[in-house]
């Protein structure tokens, strides 16, 4: 393999250094699982704490779509910041986050809330640009997928599904729904603050040192520290900014919408998947989504990770994924009318459409197409680009799909949710490569690019 490429660490065995890394990035992305997740578990306890009968439609999305536009900034903004240094301002995600969790216990009103969880929000955006970028770049070739699909595809629903499982614990020692809500929301700092450490502690990345900082002697040492074996790193990336951005600015865009048409379908199927369903089994909407989550959502996702990403492939993964959902949302809408009648049949078809849409939620939902698809020289800025994009989609399930269950009812929903699933297939054949197993300098050309540069000097 050519001088200018980084084969030690890809071709390095997995091991414990790679288990680490997923630890350390991991419990950030549980963070942001359990922070995004927790306000829509409790938002009936919030309102009734503070003494609003019925919420407003503008307030009610402020308050659920405050993170998630915070995280669009964070993202702008850390991605900017990630030029200058990956480890730099790796911790300072999660101590915002874990400030700003505390901070929610004590917000006197609703607006107050609101402008707490845009800031946390801002640190949630941080951690899903350096997290994915941290992992990749540290991870070796065979194991890129398994690296990100823990860290990240599996550890955001554990985060998700802690947050559920602390208040039903909480309800059921008959706390008082103030201070009920008020723990479930700051206990996110517990995570945040216990992984501070080990993230100041996870060494720069070789391909930041050697890439952008100039520093081949940096980038040896943490090659040799990873692999054990000294290999002389590629000669700094001297392209102009705007020029590496030009040459890749469609792969970036492209991913950058496919996870907001993966945003679209999985924040609008939480909407309808537990009022549809757990009323008629005789369920609440948190012991609903912790069932879905112990028998088909997690289980899926640890499967995709270590079994599918790698092997069978980013693209067919998320192709096979999306088209799946939406023939199970054509079936769900079709069986409407009989859940009532036979609930553990929409248990099981919601349960399988679970499945199916885990699979993008592994590729696109785990910021991998962003990392993957964005040379060293702006990789940070790329995946700032997809992470709005993700949270653009999410925004619009806060705000749009409340207002078109009213319009075009439930069936309608469910039925322009498969249209977009279906496109997103198609959107992901189309515009993608097939990412798996391929070094990120092959990915995106850095070899040819250092080699034309090199010749021309």
Known sequence: ?????????????????????????????????????????????VIASFGIAKIGGLESAMLAASALVGAAVG????????????????????????????AQAFAPNLEWLIAIRFVLGIGIGADYVLSPTIMAEHSNRADRGRTIGLGFGVMWPLGAFAAGLLNL????????????????????????????????????TARYLARIAADPGAALEVIQSITGQPETPPAHDTRPFGQVFAQHARVIFSAALLWL?????????????????????????????????????????????????????????????????????????MLKQNLSAVPLLGLLVFGLYTIAINGPASVSGAGILGV??????????????TVVGGRTGASISAFLFPLLFTHIGEVGVIALLACVALLGAVCTQLL???????????????????????AAE
């Open 261 to 333: 048409l993966f945003d679209i379908v999985i924040y609008s199927g939480i909407l309808f998947g537990p009022s549809l369903i757990a009323k008629s089994l005789g369920l609440g909407p948190i012991e609903f989504t912790l069932l879905m989550a112990v028998l088909f959502s997690i289980p899926s996702t640890v499967f995709y990770a270590f079994f599918a990403l790698d092997k069978f492939g980013r693209k067919r993964l998320q192709v096979c994924g999306f088209v799946a959902a939406a023939i199970l949302l054509v079936a769900f809408a």
């Open 1 to 45: 393999m050519a001088a200018s490429s980084f084969s030690a660490i890809d071709e390095a065995k997995f091991k414990a250094f790679h288990w680490r890394a997923i630890l350390t990035t991991g419990l950030g992305v549980f963070c942001d699982g359990y922070d995004l997740s927790s306000i829509g578990i409790v938002l009936p306890l």
């Open 372 to 385: 993957e698809l964005s040379p060293t020289r702006i990789r940070t800025v790329g995946q700032s680009i």
């Open 432 to 454: 993608v490569p097939e990412t798996a197993g391929v070094a990120l300098e092959t990915l995106n050309n850095d070899d040819l690019a250092q080699a034309a540069t090199a």
């Open 169 to 204: 614990l909480l309800a059921g020692v008959g706390l008082s729904h103030d201070l009920q809500w008020r723990i479930v929301l700051a206990a996110g700092a517990v995570p945040a603050f216990a992984v501070l450490y080990l993230r100041r502690q996870m060494p720069e």
């Open 75 to 102: 993202a702008l903004i850390f991605g900017i910041l990630g030029q200058k240094g990956r480890k730099r301002f790796y911790g300072l995600d999660v101590f915002l986050m874990g400030v700003m969790a505390i």
